[in-house]
């Protein structure tokens, strides 16, 4: 399946509206959730809602998006 942007430029096809759509998708909540947990662990990052007690870790994202990986923690 070809992308939408080989056809038009991005910015014809990804806007407010579909940024919205893709954020509220369960599906792509999922995925997302799913990604950002196995990445947290591969860093070896502790879930602080299984140990309360351990300090907190701060991680810096700058990637583009929606912030779905963000809100996971």
């Not at 940024?19 to 947290?40: E, F, G, W």
């Not at 070896?44 to 990637?63: A, R, T, V």
Request: glycine share 6%; aromatic share 6%.
């Amino acid at each position: 399946m070809s992308r939408p942007e080989h056809l038009m430029p991005p910015e014809c096809f990804y806007n407010d509206d579909e940024a919205r759509k893709y954020t509220n998708c369960s599906r792509i909540i999922k995925v997302q959730s799913d990604m950002t947990y196995r990445c947290l662990d591969l860093l070896g990052i502790p879930d602080l809602n299984e140990d309360p007690d351990q300090e907190p870790q701060f991680i810096l994202d700058i990637g583009c998006g929606s912030g779905l990986s963000s809100e996971i923690v």
